[in-house]
């Protein structure tokens, strides 16, 4: 997957990533210009499937489905490009654990610090669409970051590449005596 297929695994998990973002884009939309109460700013999908906005193990899959494609798709980086691409994995191991917080507490109903549902650590700080609006978005930056540095790297990044990614290596000119 990191060599041959890391261009078309890389454009299929960002797919994924795209249209998670954009419906919590949608949500926010709903909120803050449209003005409706959170209860009903389900997104997209959530407005045909409201169970989906409120399923713990829906967002959970997500998270984890997130941290397995981070960690499957890094060995295909090198040089700077690894090096934000690891920031996004770090990261999104933190989201990935607010995830299974709120998964267990949904299941056992028992809820922290003193909630009436189960609450996230910053939760405690930030509303929850806030909070993940920003954890979408301090993940999602890095692995912006990592791609372009991907798709162009230098010299050396390009030797360390097993993947063809960032096309064929351009030719050194040669200089005519």
């Not at 060995?75 to 191991?93: D, E, K, N, S, Y």
């Not at 890095?142 to 372009?148: D, F, G, L, Q, R």
Request: proline letters at 5%; a positive charge.
């Amino acid at each position: 997957m990191n060599h041959r297929w890391h261009r078309g695994a890389l454009g299929a998990f960002m797919v994924v990533v795209l249209a998670h973002w954009a419906e919590h884009l949608v949500q926010a939309y709903q909120i803050w210009v449209l003005g409706w109460a959170r209860p009903e700013a389900r997104g997209v999908l959530g407005q045909f499937f409201p169970w989906l906005v409120t399923s713990e193990w829906m967002h959970y899959g997500y998270a984890l489905v997130m941290i397995i494609g981070l960690f499957l798709l890094r060995p295909g980086f090198a040089g700077r490009a690894r090096t934000w691409w690891t920031v996004a994995l770090v990261i999104q191991f933190w989201h990935h654990i607010e995830h299974l917080l709120l998964l267990v507490q949904a299941q056992t109903h028992h809820f922290l610090f003193g909630a009436a549902a189960p609450t996230s650590v910053l939760q405690i700080v930030y509303p929850r669409v806030e909070l993940h609006l920003f954890y979408n978005s301090v993940v999602f930056l890095p692995m912006v970051v990592a791609m372009y540095l991907h798709l162009r790297p230098n010299r050396h990044e390009r030797e360390l590449m097993d993947c063809t990614c960032a096309g064929a290596a351009p030719q050194s000119a040669t200089v005519a005596a």
